[in-house]
């Protein structure tokens, strides 16, 4: 088996075609409370996906977030559509029945959401799973599961994005997590930018999901075009 593509279940686009590491370049995150003023999400998405970002997780979570279920799975349908244009994965973050609901290509998970072994029972194979880990403990856990599409590592530095983050990891646990086994794809989060993506790529890491970077440039070309690799 090819090893990027992560065969997990259906024959379709969703989990068979997607290539994880590929995908994980510049990996963009958001939700309507990331959005600066007078613009919408799916504006500022659009403009992401134009610049070239390589996947999109759906994040309504925190302050300014929308709360009603038919508004975010409206918005979650209409970022889902921009992204098939432009071949992108398209992530759900926590909410695993809008994942299945709308059949997202995959859902993302945290250390305190719904149970991986949970999560792969109710997705029924018909969705890829990521999971965050903040810690070099948390990090073996997660190598053991071969149900895992990829695997989050961080906040790497600060964030302003998410006010229940960890504490940082910095630069030396991407390097251990690394050196211990890089048979996931892996991708570091959180304050990464165009100024200190460099240190965060020597590491070696398949790629970087950033929310602010992206959701504040006012040039996303740009911006991605500095924290992308060719
Ligand atoms: N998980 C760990 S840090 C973070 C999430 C969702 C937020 C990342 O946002 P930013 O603005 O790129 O620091
Ligand atoms: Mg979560």
Redesign the pocket.
Known sequence: MDMDQRIIGLTERKITMINWRAALNVYF?AGTQ?VPMGQTLTDMLEEALDAGITAFQY?E?GPRSLSQPDDIERVARACQKLCLRYDIPFIV?DDIALAMKIQADAIHI?QSDTPLAETVEQVKNSLAIGL?TNTLSEFEEAMTQKDLAYI?I??V??????ID??ATVGIELLKDCQALSSAIPQVA?????STNVQIVRETGIDGI?????I?QSIDKQTTVKKLKVK
């Open positions: 995150i990331d994040r979570k973050n945290g965050s989050g961080g906040p530095f600060n964030t302003v994005s998410k983050a960890q989060i959180g304050g990464i930018t999901a950033v929310i602010s970077e959701a």
